[in-house]
């Protein structure tokens, strides 16, 4: 359990919100850093073991039968990754804490914050690849929060949006691939996965898997052509850059590559795709980083660049390009967050992030100056710094490769020309900022900022400078872990030496230092070049193919869906009938040989009133009330089918529905237009009979030869299993409490959600009450009649208690809560009818709403005591028990889960009757008002 306390950690940070209103800016940062320090510190009580190999897991079971556990596993990668968000977040919750304003929400920042922490967290360390799917959706969400946390700003909110649409988009594609991995392999769980590599390579879905979850790949960590939303992302508060864009959630990308590298890479394929898409990402992004004048807007591209970087190193498919890739997420993390911060500090002290205007800083703000001038060294690959040692490795591994054969060449010197631009780059970044003159224009007199903003800039950028000097006691040992975990197997032989001789490597570095001071220099003449060619504005390109996106199912949309409700029904029987024509022409003999039931006088007088009451349905449609009394008699005649047929729950169950269902209708129809014109013309007419006559016959013909044949269902396991696996006689209820508990989950929840939206529909409508029925007679003026609330009162506890009773004998006989749910919402009903609305407020106080919350509460609770006694969820537990006079008795959970059911029918049940019976309102229109319009 330990290891869960590491995804449930963070969440304590959501209590925040609660707390940022009584108390201090100071102790609310420091009350939301404890979850993420207290997690850190956790995690380093594991590391000896992290860092010799060892692989800890941990799971829960949730849907053994479908492989659905939530599970944590964590190996040397994983302890790498956790590293980068907990501490890199601890940090920047204390650098939040100086550069948010006062005006701006601290508590729900912090909110959103811990929820992206925590999802980063569970798409690391789960060990399932559904739940870690559903971690991944989850960090586009909480992303999507934090960049639009100025909601006032436009570009925050298309930035948001543009983040979400494109990791969004990616995560369903992911979704498919991982959907995919778990039908080849047999299962979702991790450990498995990864040790099934070979059979992945060689099914035939694997191009399919590969370009899906290199899609989810490429769009989380900003790849080649998907790398426009990082800029326009930019718009979040500057500690969202810091840590998402550097060093959680882009990383994800990073992280889900590295993680299935050794089961999905080792082919063309691979080397092709993720090798092509890395270049070119880290040559764009490092050209175009060197025109922003904006210093978000450089880091963003420099971002881009170093990921492009990363994608490039796995692509090349060597074992120690692997780990050269797992080192610079380590290097690139430490020194872009610390860039980030630092861009930040300049932008909170100085007001604009503006290159042309932030000239000369270093007059004004020496120490930030140096801590941001080593950290731009760093990313330049200067030596004695981190970016020094990862970029000779990229280098390296470039020169170690020939995939391309005779053009294998193009890749060293287009990366030595990567380098260039990189490092160009981050002189500009140091000149124009901290030298090249005096200010220009600040909206305010830079000045140093307060001293614990400074603080984690500082360790970060010490970091740096351990690693860069001496990254065989630092980091060795953690690179060596992260590095076997994703390769799977022994790490080959590299050196973190600070310096290997003069060799090509070596001078690729010098090759791109000097041509980065020579691009930098010359930087006027590139300025002038790329003036030629406009820039779109990627937010402006998005939204065109937005609209044109809406424009699109917009003409769809109204050419399927045209209003005409015969034509849907129309086209669903159209394609009913081409389904279920071609099996039945291959069909040679309709009947079976399964003995047919004889006929007896009773079912023959049913049939024949069940289609009479359907025919007269049809017919007399126009006579509202007396169709819907039509309606009634085919419902109740397949209620006493039911129960003819051994079905007692289900007659029972469809009694009540109809109950419902009439007086649902009678309130509807009570507001409708008393006069309907013709909806159809004979042609239509003689169609729609055709239509319905042949898929009569053909349902007919269907259901004739399923009774005739013998049919093995799953229905033997149930009854066998009924009294023993759930402790209880009625097989129907132990399947919907039981068996089948989290279908009947899933049930109430979409009925508790549907109550709720019609009851927001209808909540603040008012409808006119009609004066007449279609024959112009006035309605009585005796709206509640005494009888009818005399008896309806005299009948309330009757029915309350034969709910009761049909609740508590549910699970050995015909009942439970979804009967007794609706029989106790018709009773209440009836009070509403026979009473009013008035009466009821004033004697029965129940906030319906608050009911269907706690019976799926209740319900979802039950399935999840079960967990602590290390049982699957929603198992059920049963008991047999004397009490004196009472005698043996029987206990089960599932009675508390049918509670859950119970409450939740009777909210949406009342919340949608109760509320249809308040939309009359007695006022009356002006007859004047209505001759004038």
Not at 4 to 32: E, H, M, N, Y
Not at 441 to 458: A, D, F, G, I, Q
Not at 865 to 878: E, Q
Request: charged share 10%.
């Amino acid at each position: 359990m330990d290891l869960f306390l590491l995804l449930v950690l963070p969440l304590v940070g959501i209590v925040v919100p609660l707390l940022a209103k009584s108390c201090s800016r100071t102790l609310c940062a420091f009350l939301t850093a404890i979850a993420p320090v207290t997690a850190l510190i956790l995690l380093l009580t594991m590391s000896q073991d992290l860092l010799d190999g060892v692989v800890l897991s941990s799971s829960l079971s949730w849907i053994p039968a479908m492989g659905m556990d939530l599970s944590v596993r964590l190996d040397g990668l994983v302890f790498l990754f956790l590293i980068l968000i907990f501490g890199i977040g601890a940090l920047v919750i204390l650098y939040a804490r100086y550069y948010l304003s006062p005006d701006d929400s601290m508590g729900r920042f912090y909110c959103y914050f811990m929820m992206f922490m925590s999802a980063m967290v569970g798409v690391v360390a789960s060990g399932n690849i559904i739940q870690m799917w559903f971690f991944w959706e989850l960090t586009s969400i909480s992303s999507f929060l934090l960049i639009s946390f100025w909601s006032s700003r436009t570009d925050a909110r298309k930035g948001a949006r543009m983040a979400l649409t494109v990791t969004g988009a990616g995560g369903l594609a992911l979704l498919a691939g991982l959907l995919l991995v778990g039908q080849v392999v047999g299962s979702f769980d991790l450990e498995t996965v990864l040790n099934s590599g070979d059979a992945l390579r060689e099914s035939g879905e694997y191009p399919f898997i590969l370009v899906l979850v290199l899609l989810g790949a490429f769009t989380k960590s900003a790849q080649f052509p998907f790398h426009f939303w990082l800029p326009q992302a930019m718009a979040a508060p500057t500690p969202v850059s810091a840590y998402l864009h550097s060093a959680t959630m882009v990383k994800a990308g990073i992280f889900l590559m590295a993680r299935f590298y050794p089961v999905l890479s080792g082919t063309e394929m691979w080397f092709l795709i993720v090798s092509l898409t890395g270049l070119c990402t880290f040559l764009f992004g490092a050209y175009m980083a060197l025109f922003k004048h904006d210093l978000k807007g450089l880091l963003a591209y420099s971002t881009i660049s170093h990921l492009g970087l990363i994608t490039l190193l796995f692509g090349l498919d060597t074992r120690l390009a692997t780990v050269a890739a797992i080192f610079h997420v380590i290097n690139h993390a430490t020194f872009k967050a610390s860039l980030f911060m630092a861009a930040g500090i300049i932008d909170h002290e100085s007001g604009s992030r503006d290159m042309r205007q932030l000239n000369g800083l270093w007059k004004y703000m020496p120490y930030t100056a140096t801590l941001a001038i080593i950290a731009a060294a760093s990313m330049a690959g200067v030596p004695l710094l981190n970016g020094f040692l990862s970029k000779e490795m990229f280098f390296n591994e470039t020169l170690d490769q020939g995939s391309l054969g005779s053009l294998s060449w193009v890749i060293p010197v287009l990366a030595t020309l990567g380098g260039v631009f990189s490092v160009a780059y981050s002189t500009r970044f140091i000149h124009d900022v901290f030298f090249n003159g005096e200010p220009v224009n600040l909206p305010k007199t830079p000045h140093e900022p307060p001293r614990y903003m400074k603080l984690p800039v500082e360790i970060l950028v010490g970091c740096c400078l351990l690693v860069g000097i001496v990254p065989g006691l630092v980091v060795a040992q953690l690179l060596n872990a992260a590095s076997s975990a994703s390769l799977l197997g022994p790490v080959p032989y590299y050196s973190l030496a600070i310096w290997h001789g003069f060799n090509l490597p070596l001078m690729m570095s010098f090759v791109a230092m000097a041509g980065g001071f020579f691009v930098y220099y010359n930087r006027r003449t590139l300025f002038h070049f790329q003036m030629q060619f406009p820039e779109p504005d990627s937010k402006v390109v998005f939204e065109r193919w937005v609209q044109r996106a809406i424009k699109a199912c917009r003409f769809g949309h109204a050419y399927i869906e045209n209003g005409s409700l015969q034509r849907y029904i129309f086209l669903l029987l159209l394609a009913t009938l081409a389904v279920t024509v071609t099996p039945l022409t291959a069909l040679q003999q309709t009947s079976g040989l399964k003995p047919q039931l004889p006929m007896d006088a009773a079912s023959v007088t049913a049939a024949i009133l069940l289609v009479l009451s359907a025919v007269a349905t049809v017919i007399w449609n126009r006579k509202r009330l007396v169709a819907l009394l039509m309606l009634s008699v085919v419902g109740l005649i397949v209620s006493i089918a039911f129960a003819r047929y051994s079905a007692p729950d289900l007659a029972l169950t469809q009694l009540a529905v109809e109950v419902v269902t009439v007086i649902l209708l009678m309130l509807a129809l009570f507001f409708l237009p008393q006069q309907t014109p013709k909806e159809s013309s004979p042609r239509r007419l003689v169609r729609d009979i055709g239509i319905s006559a042949l898929v009569g016959g053909v349902i007919g013909t269907v259901n004739y030869a399923m009774m005739t044949r013998p049919l093995e269902t799953i229905s033997d396991f149930f009854v066998a299993n009924s009294k023993t696996g759930g402790g209880g006689t009625n097989v129907v209820n132990v399947i919907l409490v039981d068996f089948r508990g989290f279908d009947t989950l899933g049930e109430i929840t979409v009925l508790g959600i549907a109550a709720i939206a019609i009851y927001k529909l209808i909540v603040g409508m008012r409808l006119y009450m009609p004066s007449g029925d279609e024959y112009g007679r006035h309605w009585s003026t005796d709206t509640y009649p005494m009888v009818l609330a005399v008896i309806s009162q005299i009948l309330l506890p009757l029915a309350l208690l034969v709910s009761v009773y049909i609740f508590l004998r549910g699970h050995n006989e015909p009942g439970g809560g979804f009967i007794a749910g609706l029989i106790t919402g018709v009773a209440l009903i009836q009070q509403y009818i026979a009473n009013g609305v008035g009466w009821m407020k004033a004697r029965v106080h129940i906030n319906y709403q608050w009911m269907i919350g706690s019976g799926l509460l209740i319900a979802a609770f039950t399935g999840v005591g079960s967990w602590f006694f290390d049982k699957p969820f929603l198992t059920s537990w049963f008991d047999y028990f004397k009490w004196p006079w009472v005698g043996k008795f029987e206990l089960a959970s599932a009675m508390l889960f049918d509670l859950g059911v119970y409450l939740t029918v009777v909210g949406a049940t009342m919340l949608i009757l109760a509320n249809l019976g308040t939309l009359t309102t007695s006022e009356r229109p002006d007859e004047r008002v209505l001759e004038d319009q």
